[in-house]
């Protein structure tokens, strides 16, 4: 049961990994310029870690900091104005008085998550491949088309927190504690598991 190569063993060694990336992400993110970097080298890490290839969670997570930097930036930009969107929506919706007009929340709406499923396929490949950033966005929009199903669930799993606060208003102190130290880091490794799939199709195998 506690062999080191056993099933516990792994599964215990996956969440600490997990773990360890949450914290390194969340830290990355306290200065905003550096979000976009941050969620690119999570990525980085989370599809090794899918695709069973050797890593260290926070050597590999500060060199992939380090290199995406700069082909990171236009996507941290694009972040930033997707949370602070869905800031303003949450307001919104629970405002005591009309802030904006419904009409121009179901817009603000649709962009919001149209950018959120677009972003949730950019940073995957802006980690795996290496292009200029305009084709990883048209790539991004392709392949956020081409699979429909696999975009809902990862568009899903990035705005979950979101979602559960909306539709538990009383659980926000919990999702926000489990997100800090681990849902993150939860989620990316979820979607790089469908992620990798993809990626490997488009490689041949």
């Known amino acids: ?25 969340v830290l990355s993110c306290v200065t905003v310029v550096f979000s976009g ?27 992939a900091l380090r290199e995406n930097f700069l082909p990171s930036f236009p996507a941290a930009i694009m972040l930033f104005v997707d949370v602070t969107l ?25 962009i919001a998550v149209f950018l959120t499923a677009l ?3 950019l940073f995957p490949l802006l980690a795996r491949f290496e292009n200029t950033f305009s084709n ?22 990035n705005l979950l927190p979101l979602l559960l ?10 999702v926000f504690a489990f997100w800090l130290l681990f849902g993150f880091g939860a989620g990316a490794w979820v979607n790089s598991f469908y992620l990798n799939r993809i990626f490997e199709a488009l490689q041949g195998g």
């Not at 990883?136 to 799993?157: Q, Y």
């Not at 606060?165 to 919990?174: E, F, H, N, R, T």
Request: one cysteine or more; aromatic letters at 8%; proline letters at 4%.
């Open 86 to 110: 869905l800031a303003v929506l949450r307001a919104a919706l629970y405002a005591e008085t009309l802030l904006i007009s419904p009409m121009l929340f179901i817009l603000l709406t649709i």
């Open 37 to 63: 970097t941050a969620v690119t080298s999570l990525y980085t890490v989370t599809l090794k870690m899918i695709r069973g290839q050797d890593y260290t969670p926070i050597k590999d997570f500060l060199r």
């Open 136 to 157: 990883h966005l048209s790539n991004a929009a392709r392949l956020a088309l081409v699979n429909l199903p696999v975009t809902f669930l990862l568009t899903t799993v």
């Open 165 to 174: 606060c909306m539709l538990i208003p009383l659980s926000l102190g919990v």
């Open 1 to 25: 049961m506690f062999h080191p190569d056993g099933l516990l063993i792994r599964f215990l060694t996956k969440v600490c990994d997990l773990l360890l990336l949450n914290l390194a992400l």
């Open 119 to 121: 972003l949730s396929w």
